[in-house]
């Protein structure tokens, strides 16, 4: 596993690096829904050449989508490829910069839990209600957003991970864009 700025998962104890393979396991989870839409796509494309015409095309396409992109959000974090706005933050150093990146990091925690919270009860609801899509194939809706559940949590997670070894007085997030 590359070094990363944030270094998720290197070093340290059995947790980090528990939760370092947890954020690379979403990484390839996510890699695998962005191969799926390309043979969602490609089945939509050939389907007629031999006479299948793939409705539902669209439709698991957005939900292949969603659930790569929310899985994907922990591991671009762990490795600082996430966009960072560090017009104030790059101004300071030492124990401002420090402050400034605790209070981010605890903003982006705080958000990132309420996110995840809503998420997991947005899909537990839906299973427990039966909900379907509205699409050409009546989907369980719980399904396509676990994905999004699932990687809310992840980020959550990866996000207080990263709040806690702040404040205990480890590195700073890097700024990867400016390397």
């Not at 998420?119 to 509205?134: G, I």
């Not at 997670?157 to 480890?170: I, N, P, R």
């Amino acid at each position: 596993m590359p070094s990363s700025p944030f270094r998720h998962g290197e070093g340290g104890f059995g947790p980090r690096r528990a939760l370092g393979a947890l954020y690379e396991l979403c990484g390839w989870a996510a890699g695998l829904f962005l191969i799926a839409i390309l043979a969602t796509i490609l089945l939509q494309i050939g389907g007629p050449i031999f006479g299948y015409i793939f409705r539902a095309g669209d439709e698991l396409s957005g939900y292949f989508m969603a659930a790569s992109f929310f899985l994907a959000l922990a591991h671009a974090f762990g490795r600082g490829e996430h966009i960072r706005v560090t017009l104030i933050v790059e101004r300071f150093a030492g124990r401002p910069r420090r402050a400034i990146e605790l209070w981010s990091l605890g903003a982006g925690s705080l958000l990132a839990g309420f996110f995840a919270f809503y998420a997991v009860k947005m899909c537990w609801l839906s299973w427990v209600l039966n909900d379907v899509s509205q699409g050409l194939i009546p989907f369980p809706l719980w399904v396509p957003q676990l994905g999004m559940a699932v990687g809310g949590v992840v980020l959550a997670v990866a996000l207080l991970e990263q709040l806690v070894t702040v404040g205990a007085g480890g590195p700073l997030p890097a700024n990867k864009a400016r390397e």
